[in-house]
């Protein structure tokens, strides 16, 4: 059974605090995507990574950094968490660009900046 | 224009009929598109990929791609309760960073 696993589910922290959410994919799939989702605004791409090592802006990466040290573990930092970053963080993976669109998502984080 | 347009619903259709769920998108050099349903707090799963114009048929599932005129439905047939969730349309274009486009989603409520 395939599978993307987070971390963790729920996190509440405080503002200021560094968060890590770590995602882990046992497909061997080549791509890896942070987005974030949020009532009335959809996903939106934070940041994604096509390779070990390699990284790439989204459409929201400000306030956030990646790290992808191995293929099958892609995470996400917020360096000093703020209340606008309450959200849900939803990490997804998928083979390379000829499927690019067929995503396979992780149970999400739900996270809570107090 | 938003790039990937889906109405916001609630769509509300009885048990057993025929939901019809709709998707504009503006990319023309768009190849590739998906359809993910998102149940109340859970994460978007694929239930349906089409890359050629017609229809595309998977069990109650039917998707129907007219890229002519940029547009991309879904059909459920013989609607289930278990079928309430969000629909999410995405539309993919490989020249585009390969970053897929999301609309923000319809929500279907099939009532018994």
């Known amino acids: 059974d395939v599978k993307v696993t987070q971390s963790s589910r729920y996190l509440v922290k405080r503002t200021g605090e560094k968060v890590f959410l770590e995602c882990v994919q046992d497909?061997?799939?080549?791509?890896m995507f942070w987005y974030r989702q949020d009532p009335g605004l959809g996903l939106r791409l934070i940041y994604f990574?096509?390779?070990?090592?390699?990284?790439e802006k989204g459409d929201i990466p400000e306030g956030y950094s990646v790290s992808r040290e191995k293929k099958e573990r892609f995470s996400l930092i917020l360096e000093s968490a703020s209340t606008n970053q309450t959200s849900m963080y939803l990490c997804?993976?998928?083979?390379?660009?000829?499927?690019?669109?067929?995503?396979?998502f992780g149970e999400g984080s739900r996270l809570t900046v107090l | 224009q938003k790039e990937v347009e889906q109405n916001s619903g609630p769509l509300s259709v009885p048990e057993g009929a025929i939901a019809s769920l709709n998707c504009t998108y503006s990319?023309?050099?768009?190849?590739?598109f998906f359809w993910y349903r998102q149940y109340s707090g859970k994460s978007p799963e694929l239930i349906m990929s089409?890359?050629s114009n017609g229809d595309k048929e998977d069990g109650r599932f039917t998707a129907q791609l007219n890229k002519a005129s940029q547009y991309v439905s879904l059909l459920i047939r013989d609607s289930q309760p278990s079928d309430s969730a969000t629909y999410l349309c995405?539309?993919?274009?490989?020249?585009?960073?390969?970053?897929?486009?999301w609309g923000l989603g319809t929500s279907l409520a099939v009532n018994p």
């Open positions: 997804a993976s998928s083979f390379p660009a000829t499927k690019g669109g067929e995503l396979f």
């Open positions: 497909m061997d799939h080549e791509n």
């Open positions: 990574s096509y390779d070990v090592k390699m990284k």
């Open positions: 990319d023309r050099g768009s190849q590739s």
């Open positions: 089409i890359y």
């Open positions: 995405a539309v993919h274009n490989a020249g585009n960073n390969r970053k897929l486009i």
